[in-house]
């Protein structure tokens, strides 16, 4: 079982990337942005709960991530490996992971970070918000909130696991075809080491 992370700021493409390989390797793609617009668009509890944080460009408190990706684990018990996209994004999320998947004799393999300057980010994100519908993408503010956000709480989650060797970072301007080939490249070096 290979367990990936696709890390970067709002924006750096995880969503874009993670399509890419998911189609290509079969890992079961876990967004935890994805979950939680979902329940939005259900209006549940836990998703009015955690629009008022997405509207503010905050992170959802950990406790609420952490039982959707706990259930979604145990949702797919088949799954050959997972892509984690958006989460973990804070060191707490981080170590629950980890105690998760050793219930599971697994771990993460590999954390890919994406490196993208930060005006890229906004313009790319509030180009995304003409068109998206998603309501965090349209005002400057939010978005230069979640880019804050992400500096606070969730770039440490990369050190984190670079305490473990797990972290490659590659460039994540350009085409989206050249980055998905150098994400590839990281993966086979790590599918050949396990062979
Ligand atoms: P989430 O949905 O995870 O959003 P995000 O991290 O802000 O990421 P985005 O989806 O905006 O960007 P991305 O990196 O996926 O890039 P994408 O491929 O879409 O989280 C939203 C909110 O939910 C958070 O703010 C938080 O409140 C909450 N949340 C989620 N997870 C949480 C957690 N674990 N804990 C607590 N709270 C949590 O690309 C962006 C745009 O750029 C697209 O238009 C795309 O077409 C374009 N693009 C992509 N690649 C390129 C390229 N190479 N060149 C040019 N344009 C490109």
Known sequence: MLNLVLFGPPGSGKGTQSEKLIAHYGFKHLSTGDLLRSEISRQTPLGIEAKSFMDKGQLVPDEVVIGM???????????????????????????????????????????LSLIVKEEELVKRLLNRGKSSGRSDDTNEGVVRARIAEYHKKTAAVADYYRKFGKVKEVN????????????????????????
């Open 172 to 195: 994540g301007e350009g085409s989206v075809e050249t980055i998905f080939n150098s994400l590839c490249a990281e993966i086979e070096k790590i599918i050949y080491i396990g062979q």
């Open 69 to 111: 990706i706990s259930s979604a684990l145990d949702n797919n018990p088949n799954a050959k490996g997972f892509l984690f996209d958006g989460f973990p994004r804070t060191e707490a999320q981080a170590e629950a992971l980890d105690k998760l998947l050793r219930l599971k004799q697994a771990e993460i393999n590999l954390v």
